[in-house]
């Protein structure tokens, strides 16, 4: 069976431009998304969604430090 799920987001974030799945969980591409990364606008996201509990997604933090490559180990 397959649900469909419409999200309205009030802006232009372009939530669900990409979709992968992976086991009972539904990744959701957001390439607009702005983040709270310091000096980083719209670095974009991706949201983790539970096919198991009606498809709640919550943000799935892949990097936190912002613009800084190779400074963190």
Not at 59 to 70: E, K, M, Q, S
Request: proline share 4%; charged share 15%; hydrophobic share 35%.
């Amino acid at each position: 069976m397959l649900h469909l799920l419409l999200r309205s987001d009030g802006g232009n974030t372009m939530f669900g431009y990409s979709l992968s799945f992976l086991n009972d969980s539904l990744l959701v591409g957001v390439p607009r998304l702005n983040t709270s990364q310091p000096d980083i606008t719209e670095a974009g996201g991706v949201y983790i969604c539970n096919t198991k509990a009606d498809l709640q997604c919550s943000p799935l933090n892949i990097d936190t430090y912002g613009n800084n490559i190779g400074e963190h180990t």
